[in-house]
């Protein structure tokens, strides 16, 4: 039987937050015993909206990674590697980047959101990079002949134009590359403390895997509730509140209470909100247990990583090898 390739990955923009682990890593946790496993921590996707700020980049990265270990992923069933280290990806960036319109990419809807979102560093005109980040994403996932990418709703759009890219690619050239598919969990996109409809690194509205009781409790105290609930006793209205949200996710055995509770008045806010703090510490314990031991040992943390991205660029070798010859980019071949 054929083994599942499965890739995904993250950018080192801060640590992962709530929203990665109901939307992603739960799933990637559970798939990891499914097949060859890679993740990718994207470095150089990461600077095509922060490359006024390298220092972020570099110091985000072992703190992804260390996030990764911490939720249950382990180094001997997952390659590990860095985007930056390897250049065949850059590579394929290029020769991609003749197969996609400007218009194609303008019109992709994620990257349409995005750029609206960072008005302030790009003023009216985007850079070429960011535009193009989806074609580089096409290059991370088909360099490792990647099929399966769990990965959270957001995304959709960026796999449909990797699949475009790949036909197109097969199509001119030969069936050197595979289609990939997204994998959705049952939780696709986890809203902000804010009430946005994604929680995200670079929109402040996170609660991080690796955040101190002190800071949940500040986070959660503040966290939107309906608006029309003055009294402890007015009876409530969950949907528009940020704390049941939660609850769902943390609380899921007696969610219906809690809710109940509120609709009838019978809960206060103060309580509610101190049933989820004490709900998600629970859960996050051991995750941050798991974390602090790989905190006190950067070097096996470094390793991991150095072993991954040695183990990746062989593999990414080998695609680069059938792709420029399918290209007639292989002059020197039979020298
Ligand atoms: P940034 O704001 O810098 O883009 P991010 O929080 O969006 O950071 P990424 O590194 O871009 O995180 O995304 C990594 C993975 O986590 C992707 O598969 C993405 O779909 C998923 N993900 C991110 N945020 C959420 C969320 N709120 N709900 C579900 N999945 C999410
Ligand atoms: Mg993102």
Sequence with gaps: MEIKRILTGDRPTGKLHIGHYFGSLQNRVKLQNDGKMFIEIADVQALTDNFNNPEKVKGNVKEVLMDQLAVGLDPNKVTFFLQSMIPEIAELTVFYSNLVTIARLERNPTVKTEIAQKRELFGESVTYGFLGYPVSQAADITAFDATIIPVGEDQLPLIEQCREIVRKFNSIYGEVLREPTAFLGENKRIKG?????????????AIYLSDSEEEITKKVMNAVTDPAR?????PGNPNICMVAYYHNLFSKDNVKNICEECKQGKRGCVACKKQ????IMEHLSP?????????????????????????AKKEAAKTMEKVKEVMKLDYFKDK
Excluded at 199 to 205: A, T
Excluded at 276 to 279: D, E, P, R, S, T
């Design 276 to 279: 989820l703090i004490k709900n």
């Design 230 to 234: 003055i009294k402890k006793d007015d």
């Design 287 to 311: 995750i941050q247990e798991r974390r602090h031991y790989y905190e006190e040992r950067p070097k096996e943390v470094r390793e991991i990583l150095f072993e991954g991205t040695n183990e």
């Design 193 to 205: 403390l804010d009430g946005n409809e994604k929680m995200g690194k670079s929109l402040g509205n």
